[in-house]
């Protein structure tokens, strides 16, 4: 089930020149940064009460983000969905004819399991769903 909205991804070039908006413009609560070896991207994450943003810079010229850069520029790249049953949504999305861009759940942030819908599917919109370990908020 779907519990809530988790995080908005924000893809940048630099980390560096974009935090001083968010941290120092908006006030919003840094909740750490950490680089994700799978996606080739360091995050920095902003609390907004229940919802976090997350900065997205890539960490290397083949990472999804580095291409996302390229094709559209700065700006939101995908909206991030709680679930407190990843391996059931997927099963319960492929049954409805949803077209997945990852079939198994692959490692996120924070110890949390991640899988994105294909944009074909969502509207044109990066939809990720995230299920966060038990007992662990998603920081
Ligand atoms: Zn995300």
Not at 61 to 85: V, W
Not at 93 to 109: H, L, T
Request: net charge negative; hydrophobic share 35%.
């Amino acid at each position: 089930m779907i519990t809530r909205i988790s995080h908005i991804g924000i893809a940048v070039r630099s980390l560096d020149d974009h935090i001083p908006f968010y941290r120092d413009v908006l006030g919003l609560i840094p909740a750490g940064t950490e680089t994700v070896p799978d996606q080739k991207v360091k995050i920095a994450m902003f609390r907004v009460g229940e919802v976090q943003i997350e900065l997205l810079e890539p960490t290397s010229p083949d990472s999804p983000i580095a291409k996302f850069l390229e094709k559209k520029g700065e700006g939101i790249h995908h909206l991030a969905y709680q679930s407190d049953d990843i391996d059931s949504q997927i099963r319960s999305f492929r049954k409805s004819g949803v077209q997945m861009i990852d079939e198994q759940p692959r490692d996120g942030a924070h110890g949390s399991r991640i899988a994105f819908i294909h944009p074909g599917s969502s509207g044109r919109v990066l939809t990720e769903i995230c299920e966060v370990k038990q007992g662990e908020a998603h920081e």
